[in-house]
């Protein structure tokens, strides 16, 4: 009987055949997704363009959501990793409008991204996957500020390195799915409006 409510695979893809027909599939339904849409793909859809019968899919993963989650985990992973590269290279004078080309770029570019991340209030695990990465970016954030920003008070700290990544991630989102010059110039507004906050954060007495 076919799971239609866990967004679990349905096995984890212990032998390198298994590994690739996982591989097979995520890269095939990215692709699906990025040109039709979550709503406009399906099951049937994906096993098609990966070449498989509908049967050999579901034993992979029960449903489309469970897809939609490993490509958004995947998603999540790569950025952060980006994040983290181009933290550790950054000096002050240069990690605003490093990081947010990092980001504005990922979110344009990463096949499907802007198509189910557009609908993470409709999908729960989604909302929990956001949070997860909103939580690791804010530890890279609050780490970085206690080395740049030591007198800041640990309240403050933690407050800024919650919001700087929630705003800024709302606002790039936002971005690319306007047209492109457009978005240039909202990014433009927020590498300002960050880098204006930041300093004023470092200048900030210990309060």
């Known amino acids: 009987m076919i799971d239609t409510h866990s967004v679990s695979p349905r096995r984890r893809p212990l032998q390198a055949r298994s590994r690739e027909r996982v591989e097979t599939i995520l890269k095939h339904a990215t692709l ?8 406009g793909t399906s099951m049937s859809a994906i096993a098609r363009s990966a070449g498989m019968s509908l049967a050999s899919l579901y034993r992979y993963f029960p449903n489309k959501s469970a897809i939609v ?23 002050p004078e240069t990690v605003v409008e490093t990081l947010l080309d990092v980001y504005y770029l990922f979110y344009r570019d990463e096949p499907a991204y802007k198509a ?11 909302q929990e996957l956001d949070l997860q990465e909103l939580h690791a970016n804010a530890s890279d954030l609050e780490a970085y500020l206690s080395a740049n920003c030591p007198q800041l008070s640990d309240s403050r700290r933690w407050a800024a390195s919650v919001m700087l990544p929630r705003a800024c991630g709302s606002l790039l989102r936002l971005a690319v799915t306007v047209p492109e010059p457009d978005a240039e110039k909202l990014l433009c507004e927020l590498k300002r409006m960050v880098r204006a906050y930041l300093n004023e954060l470092m200048m900030t007495d210990r309060g």
């Open 32 to 39: 699906t997704i990025h040109d039709s849409g979550v709503d």
């Open 116 to 126: 189910i991340w557009a609908g993470v209030e409709a999908m729960p695990e989604l």
């Open 69 to 91: 989650k490993a490509i958004a985990e995947r998603h999540v992973e790569r950025l952060e990793r980006l994040l983290r590269e181009r933290l550790a290279s950054c000096g």
